[in-house]
């Protein structure tokens, strides 16, 4: 009897054994087959098969570390498939739980609410991350992301407050004295003034848009102030009472017309030189963002 238990012990104890390689190495072949199957559809840019399929990975593997490189890659599927709102709603859920984000999540949030035309957010989402807690990888990444949403916002004197920060963690480098010495010209822009364009144009129709180089305009303003004014004059001349109140009327409103105008330009002309300094200083100075390549995908999808 003793013996029939032994074997029975050992019996139980083989197929225990047994049953958990099985479940190991059909656990495994399940993790290859479904990194294989990632990789093949996120090569063939199909975002939201990607989501569902890392989702099916998320829920099944206990390791902490993998669980945030999926979590990751499921908000790069849905900004990459332009689903701006569920990217930025995923990370920010993320953060009200009190987990500290790493850079490249806040560095995607903040971008998702760029997109989404929300700068004040996009802004937000950067600008209490310190660079003293940043390791080196993410220092110049987070520094040229938040100098870029603040010259995209015109923010141009905080862009070079920002440099300033940035050279206290940081050694100064000859690429970012090129950054602040471009981004300084700001000052020397030749912008106009609204008053003054305004001014001329009341002094004489239609200067004002010459004034800030719209030169079909103001000679539309001048001319049509000019024919109506004449037109008035000439109607008062014939004793045409009535016309003449009419004509008279319609120029007041031409005149007026004018002098709003000639703000309109002088506001279009500064805010034309704002786009073209901004997109000269962003094509010269500042990488295109890549949120994939915060990510091996190959290694964490092997």
Avoid at 128 to 147: Q, S
Wanted: net charge positive; with cysteine.
């Amino acid at each position: 009897m003793k013996y029939i238990l032994i074997i029975f012990y050992i019996f139980i104890a083989f197929s225990y054994t047994f049953a958990a390689e099985i479940k190991s190495d059909s656990a495994a072949d399940f993790t290859r087959k479904q990194h294989r199957l990632v990789r093949t559809l996120f090569a063939g840019e199909r975002y939201f098969d990607c989501i569902a399929e890392t989702g099916r990975l998320l829920q099944y593997t206990s390791d902490i570390s993998l669980q945030a490189e999926y979590s990751y890659f499921i908000s790069l599927n849905y900004f990459l498939g332009h689903q701006y709102a569920s990217a930025a709603d995923r990370l920010t859920a993320s953060d009200s739980k009190g987990h500290v984000s790493p850079v490249r999540d806040a560095l995607l949030r903040s971008r998702s609410f760029l997109k989404l035309g929300n700068m004040h957010q996009a802004i937000a989402a950067l600008q209490n991350i310190p660079y003293d807690a940043v390791g080196e990888k993410f220092k110049y990444e987070l520094f040229i992301r938040k100098t870029e949403l603040l010259l995209l916002d015109d923010n141009y004197q905080h862009a070079l407050d920002e440099i300033s920060r940035y050279e206290k963690n940081s050694p100064p480098t000859e690429a970012i004295n090129r950054l602040r010495n471009d981004i300084s010209r700001y000052r020397s822009l030749g912008t106009k003034s609204s008053a003054l364009s305004v001014g001329l144009s009341a002094a004489l129709p239609g200067a004002g848009q010459a004034y800030c180089g719209r030169y079909s305009e103001a000679l539309l303003s001048f001319t049509a102030v000019a024919m109506s004014g004449a037109a008035t004059w000439y109607a008062m001349d014939r004793g045409e009472k009535s016309l003449a109140m009419a004509l008279g009327f319609f120029t007041v409103l031409l005149y007026s017309g004018n002098l709003y105008g000639a703000s309109n330009s002088a506001a279009a002309y500064n805010r034309n030189l704002y786009n073209s300094f901004r997109s000269g200083i962003i094509s010269t100075h500042v990488p295109n963002y890549d949120p994939a390549s915060y990510i091996d995908i190959e290694k964490v999808f092997k």
